[in-house]
């Protein structure tokens, strides 16, 4: 069974029946909790009772010089898939209830949490980020010099979407993203996330984007028609390319089949019934729509790039991408462009 633990550090003292009440919201599940590592009342956690969690807040040796002298030890978590936002949710509390400022270190790789960044918290609900370079040569964080020096990161809406948030993940934080899924016309109104990439690298960037969101979301009945000629076009020629569904019959002639070839040949008697153009929406499934631009800046439109996953093309997926919102230029696999 894994376990996962993490620190905050705080720039004051909370009192332990106070932290305990905002512990409960968040961890209904803690067993223990202790002020201090004293012999008295440390207990053993490097081999955990099952649901049993350890919470300790005490006085951080390492900075007492520091302004987040007092740090919050959490340990023997169960590694659940929520644990990172259930972390800084737990973090903002703190920092809104008791008007104090937190800072918390963030894994900017979850597969190699290390290095770190660190996101600080505000008393005022303002989250500020940290890359691992700033951390490394300041070392401690001085929240005051960082109110000055940081831009602060505040909330954005967007007129057709609603309200954006930023992104903490390492590799896009000039990103902002629907805070709920949204309903998509192009795709039968089902929700999705909506993602502004590289918000802001101009100055009209959002009202050039808001123009293009609002031309996607009254397409053309031609332009869905197109999108699904050229998405059964790439059905083909993959297929033609690759062999695919030649190896359906040569699958079905195996006696016993490992499990793998089991998963393969229904995934391809699937896909021998995408014989026309009609049928291909039933084989794509969107994860997101991306309002972007060039990354090169050699063009200065906005682009709708919607970011499917594909039951033919299971590695690379496949993408759909329509200038202003409206024209579409480009139905291949992710490949990182927007162009061919």
């Known amino acids: 069974m894994k376990y996962f633990g993490y620190d905050i550090y705080l720039s004051k003292n909370i009192k332990?029946?106070?932290i305990e009440k905002v512990l409960d919201e968040i961890y209904v599940e803690r067993i223990f909790f202790h002020t201090n590592f004293t012999n008295e009342n440390s207990i053993d956690i490097s081999n955990p009772s099952p649901g049993c969690s350890y919470f300790y807040i005490h006085q951080h040796q390492d900075i007492l010089e520091s302004q987040f002298p007092f740090q919050l030890q959490i340990e023997a978590l169960l590694d659940k898939?929520?644990?990172?936002?259930?972390?800084?949710?737990?973090?903002?509390?703190?920092c809104k209830?008791?008007?104090?400022?937190?800072?918390?270190?963030?894994?900017?790789?979850?597969?190699?949490?290390?290095p770190y960044d660190v996101l600080l918290y505000m008393p005022n609900g303002e989250v500020h980020l940290y890359n691992d370079a700033d951390y490394e040569e300041f070392g401690v964080i001085n929240p005051v010099k960082l109110i000055s020096e940081v831009k602060t990161i505040k909330p954005m809406r967007s007129k057709l979407i609603g309200e954006?948030?930023?992104?903490?993940?390492w590799n896009t934080e000039n990103d902002w993203v629907s805070a709920k899924e949204i309903s998509i016309p192009f795709f039968d109104n089902k929700e999705y996330i909506v993602r502004f990439e590289k918000a802001l690298s101009t100055e009209n960037y959002f009202e050039k984007a808001e123009e293009a969101i609002e031309d996607f979301f009254h397409f053309k009945?031609?332009?869905?028609?197109?999108?699904?000629?050229k998405a059964y076009n790439n059905w083909l020629d993959f297929n033609e390319?690759?062999?695919?569904l030649d190896s359906l019959e040569m699958y079905e002639e195996v006696e016993n089949p490992p499990e793998w070839m089991v998963r393969n040949i229904e995934n391809l008697r699937h896909l021998s019934q995408l014989d026309?153009?009609?049928?291909?929406?039933e084989y794509i499934h969107p994860l997101e729509i991306v309002v972007t631009k060039d990354r090169f800046g050699l063009d200065k439109e906005i682009y709708i790039q919607v970011l499917c996953n594909c039951d033919w093309e299971e590695e690379h997926g496949l993408q759909f991408v329509f200038k202003e919102g409206k024209e579409l230029i480009r139905v291949s696999e992710q490949d990182g462009n927007l162009f061919d």
């Not at 898939?81 to 703190?94: C, H, N």
């Not at 954006?164 to 993940?169: A, P, S, V, W, Y």
């Not at 026309?276 to 929406?281: A, L, Q, R």
């Open 241 to 244: 390319s690759c062999g695919y």
């Open 221 to 229: 009945p031609e332009l869905r028609t197109q999108a699904a000629q």
């Open 16 to 18: 332990v029946e106070e």
């Open 276 to 281: 026309s153009p009609d049928k291909v929406w």
């Open 164 to 169: 954006l948030t930023k992104t903490q993940d």
């Open 97 to 114: 209830k008791f008007k104090i400022y937190c800072f918390i270190e963030y894994p900017n790789n979850p597969e190699n949490p290390s």
């Open 81 to 94: 898939p929520d644990k990172w936002e259930r972390a800084y949710k737990l973090t903002e509390q703190i």
